[in-house]
């Protein structure tokens, strides 16, 4: 599986953002998908999971009533809207994918796109 993820950029606070991570390869059925991100200084945390059918959905506490993951099966396409945008979601954020049901910790994902800059200025 090749995951591409893409949307980045620069807004200002209270601004929004939608990432898109288009997945490639092999079958995609009961394949979930995470998004994850790193903060300059920061370890990578959790932002948002889903499972590929789109039961089951989980949101850090620090982005929920914000942020939400939509889908496009017909695109192989995960993504995520992103509202209400605060100078500290500023980070690298990565898309990533394993096979079964969505886990909020990164290492149990198998498949990573490249990362993706989000800037929020004050």
């Known amino acids: 599986v090749q995951l591409q993820a893409s949307g980045g950029g620069l807004v200002q606070a209270r601004g929004s953002l939608r990432l898109s991570c288009a997945a490639s390869?092999?079958?995609?059925?009961?394949?979930?998908m995470g998004w994850f991100r790193r903060a300059p200084g920061k370890e990578r945390e959790i932002v948002a999971a889903?499972?590929?059918?789109?039961?089951?959905?989980y949101y850090a506490d620090s982005v929920k009533g914000r942020f939400t993951i939509s889908r496009d099966n017909a695109k192989n396409t995960r993504y995520l809207q992103m509202s209400g945008l605060k100078p500290e979601d500023t980070a690298v954020y990565y898309c990533?994918?394993?096979?079964?049901?969505?886990?909020?910790?990164?290492?149990?994902?198998?498949?990573w796109g490249q990362g993706t800059q989000v800037t929020v200025s004050s």
């Open positions: 390869g092999r079958t995609f059925s009961n394949l979930a």
């Open positions: 990533a994918a394993r096979y079964g049901s969505m886990r909020i910790s990164d290492p149990n994902y198998d498949y």
């Open positions: 889903v499972n590929w059918s789109g039961s089951g959905t």
